[in-house]
């Protein structure tokens, strides 16, 4: 079976603080891929990141950062310098590799960024 | 272009109504997605077409009916839907279910649907 953990709900930080939100993850799978997404509240789904099993490559992209961990099964997005435009709620995604993009979603953190 | 465009962005139906609602994308994609989002709560996949063939169905009831007309156009059709039904509807696209080189997964803004 396949799980995504965020436990983290709610965030609330002050602008120019770095913020880490976490995700823990379960899959028998041994090959399989793993996406942070950001929801404004507009609505859309916007990608922010997809790595797949075998590679375990920290990533950074400007102000964002991935922390892959396999052997904790964690794959954690940290903000640093935070805006306020950061604001929305980040879902952190698993799928099969042979599915396409039939993701199993966390329950998402919302992040709040303070002015 | 990376749009995935749908329409309606806000929808409000009675029980006993009919509607759809129209997913579009330019990108040569070969696979789309419907995929249904209560408030605070993530998207959940309701159906999965490839290459034009529903290729997967989350056990979602009949009063939702997919159609894809063509590779670039995915329909939710509605009927007699309950209040519960409201929500936010999200199409996406990717690039084909089946490929090694398979892509992320591109979303429009949803329909937000509320039925009366």
């Known amino acids: 079976a396949q799980k995504v953990t965020q436990a983290q709900t709610e965030i609330s930080v002050v602008e120019k603080e770095d913020v880490t939100l976490d995700c823990v993850y379960e899959?028998?799978?041994?090959?399989?891929?793993l996406f942070w997404y950001k929801q404004p509240p507009s609505g859309e789904l916007v990608f922010l990141i997809r790595?797949?099993?075998?590679?375990?490559q920290n990533e950074i992209s400007g102000r964002y950062s991935w922390n892959f961990q396999k052997s904790t099964s964690s794959f954690n997005f940290t903000i640093t310098a935070s805006q306020v435009v950061d604001s929305a709620v980040y879902f952190c995604?698993?799928?099969?590799?042979?599915?396409?993009?039939?993701?199993?979603f966390g329950t998402g953190t919302s992040l709040t960024v303070i002015p | 272009d990376t749009e995935v465009t749908q329409t309606p962005k806000h929808l409000v139906m009675g029980m006993t109504n009919k509607k759809s609602l129209k997913c579009e994308q330019h990108?040569?994609?070969?696979?789309m997605y419907w995929y249904k989002q209560k408030a605070k709560k993530p998207p959940e996949l309701m159906f999965v077409?490839?290459?034009?063939?529903?290729?997967i169905n989350e056990s979602v009831p009949s009063r939702f009916s997919p159609e894809c007309p063509n590779s670039s156009l995915l329909n939710l059709h509605l009927h007699a839907l309950q209040p519960e039904d409201s929500a936010l509807y999200l199409c996406?696209?990717?690039?084909?279910?089946?490929?090694?080189?398979?892509?992320?997964?591109?979303f429009g803004q949803g329909t937000r649907l509320t039925v009366v």
């Open positions: 077409y490839s290459y034009e063939k529903l290729s």
């Open positions: 899959t028998r799978d041994t090959t399989y891929y």
């Open positions: 995604a698993l799928s099969k590799t042979n599915t396409g993009n039939q993701f199993y």
């Open positions: 790595r797949n099993s075998f590679d375990e």
């Open positions: 990108m040569g994609h070969r696979a």
């Open positions: 996406a696209s990717s690039q084909d279910l089946l490929s090694p080189l398979n892509t992320e997964a591109f």
